[in-house]
């Protein structure tokens, strides 16, 4: 009914539904029929159940004359099939700019398809694959893929082998058009993604999740790249980088370092690397947004924190939910609020 509405008159430029049952192909059929013939709807998000018959439907839909910009099929369970039919639409397609197929139980086949659209499409630019069960070797084929394609500028992927993280720095010496990378479950060294974002850099945005304590040797790989790269504006690190970590990239705060947010969610970093980056937050005037949530900092830590708020006139946005702040530490907050006048935004 819904879909027939947006077909007969349509006026919605943006339509998000759940389905928490399977739906039918009277209903994928309805929704794609629509597509074919709206040309105001821009944005679809269809989260829970159009499966593989749903995804087939609403591919034959995007081969036609959709206006389509923006397209989420998260957690829909669409399979190879489903996905290879979105590939093949995506060879012709030239409207779609932001496809999101997460946890679609997408494999080899299905993500071999989409490697190959890449090769030809030149108007998608946010891509994300994660939590599917694509293997290295074929993950190895898409990142290598990207390395001609001038229309991506955010990817996503999970990263779960070594191989598949030097394919990924070997993209980034070459591809200048990716602009914003979120990397999940990298086992590979952090160093080499580093090395290229110093003597190459174009990403402005840069998040990765490390199921492994990152080695001293990466830390200070990122710090060294922080201290010269005047293009990355947001990093999120999140995982192990651990006090040693936080330290180097502490040092590189002090730096000329361009950095505007930086996350580092549940990194144990402690009172020692919360200080560490309290000193830098003294003198440094780019930083705009900090993550610490999650990193066992106790009233040492905050204390630290609470007196560089009271020199530091750049920085509005201060998250230190679930750490140890006891009365002490958020005393000393309490006060440093009283003369800082730039922070909008402190959680504790």
Same mark, same amino acid.
């Given at each position: 009914?819904?879909?027939?509405?947006?077909? #007969?008159?349509?006026?919605?430029?943006?339509?998000?539904?759940?389905? %928490?049952?399977?739906?039918?192909?009277?209903?994928?059929?309805?929704?794609?029929?629509?597509?074919?013939?709206?040309?105001?709807?821009?944005?679809?998000?269809?989260?829970?159940?159009?499966?593989?018959?749903?995804?087939?439907?609403?591919?034959?839909?995007?081969?036609?004359?959709?206006?389509?910009?923006?397209?989420?099929?998260?957690?829909?369970?669409?399979?190879?099939?489903?996905?290879?039919?979105?590939?093949?639409?995506?060879?012709?397609?030239?409207?779609?700019?932001?496809?999101?197929?997460?946890?679609?139980?997408?494999?080899?086949?299905?993500?071999?398809?989409?490697?190959?659209?890449?090769?030809?499409?030149?108007?998608?630019?946010?891509?994300?694959?994660?939590?599917?069960?694509?293997?290295?070797?074929?993950?190895?084929?898409?990142?290598?893929?990207?390395?001609?394609?001038?229309?991506?500028?955010?990817?996503?992927?999970?990263?779960?082998?070594?191989?598949?993280?030097?394919?990924?720095?070997?993209?980034?010496?070459?591809?200048?058009?990716?602009?914003?990378?979120?990397?999940?479950?990298?086992?590979?060294?952090?160093?080499?993604?580093?090395?290229?974002?110093?003597?190459? %850099?174009?990403?402005?945005?840069?998040?990765?999740?490390? %199921?492994?304590?990152?080695?001293?040797?990466?830390?200070?790989?990122?710090?060294?790249?922080?201290?010269?790269?005047?293009?990355?504006?947001?990093?999120?690190?999140?995982?192990?980088?651990?006090?040693?970590?936080?330290?180097?990239?502490?040092?590189?705060?002090?730096?000329?370092?361009?950095?505007?947010?930086?996350?580092?969610?549940?990194?144990?970093?402690?009172? #020692?690397?919360?200080?560490?980056?309290?000193?830098?937050?003294?003198?440094?005037?780019?930083?705009?947004?900090?993550?610490?949530?999650?990193?066992?900092?106790?009233?040492?830590?905050?204390?630290?924190?609470?007196?560089?708020?009271?020199?530091?006139?750049?920085?509005?946005?201060?998250?230190?939910?679930?750490?140890?702040?006891?009365?002490?530490?958020?005393?000393?907050?309490?006060?440093?609020?009283?003369?800082?006048?730039?922070?909008?935004?402190?959680?504790?």
């Amino acid at each position: 009914a819904i879909a027939s509405t947006q077909m #007969k008159n349509p006026s919605l430029k943006a339509l998000r539904i759940r389905c %928490p049952n399977e739906v039918s192909s009277e209903d994928a059929a309805a929704f794609a029929e629509m597509l074919s013939h709206n040309q105001v709807l821009k944005e679809l998000c269809l989260e829970g159940n159009i499966e593989v018959e749903g995804a087939i439907a609403i591919a034959s839909a995007l081969k036609t004359k959709s206006v389509l910009r923006k397209l989420s099929l998260y957690s829909n369970n669409i399979g190879d099939k489903g996905a290879i039919a979105i590939a093949s639409a995506l060879k012709t397609n030239s409207t779609l700019e932001n496809l999101d197929l997460r946890c679609n139980n997408i494999g080899d086949e299905g993500a071999i398809a989409m490697a190959n659209a890449l090769k030809t499409n030149s108007t998608l630019e946010n891509l994300n694959l994660q939590e599917n069960n694509i293997g290295d070797e074929v993950l190895s084929s898409i990142i290598k893929t990207l390395k001609t394609n001038t229309s991506i500028t955010t990817f996503n992927l999970d990263l779960q082998s070594k191989t598949s993280s030097a394919d990924l720095a070997d993209l980034l010496s070459e591809n200048k058009t990716i602009e914003h990378l979120r990397i999940y479950d990298l086992h590979g060294s952090i160093a080499a993604i580093a090395s290229t974002q110093m003597k190459n %850099p174009s990403l402005k945005a840069l998040r990765i999740r490390c %199921p492994n304590e990152v080695s001293s040797e990466d830390a200070a790989a990122f710090a060294e790249m922080l201290s010269h790269n005047q293009v990355l504006r947001k990093l999120r690190l999140e995982g192990n980088i651990e006090v040693e970590g936080a330290i180097a990239i502490a040092s590189a705060l002090k730096t000329k370092s361009v950095l505007r947010k930086l996350s580092l969610y549940s990194n144990n970093i402690g009172d #020692k690397g919360a200080i560490a980056i309290a000193s830098a937050l003294k003198t440094n005037s780019t930083l705009e947004k900090l993550d610490l949530r999650c990193n066992n900092i106790g009233d040492e830590g905050a204390i630290a924190m609470a007196n560089a708020l009271k020199t530091n006139s750049t920085l509005e946005n201060l998250n230190l939910q679930g750490n140890n702040i006891g009365d002490e530490g958020t005393i000393s907050m309490a006060n440093a609020l009283k003369t800082n006048s730039t922070l909008r935004s402190l959680d504790l």
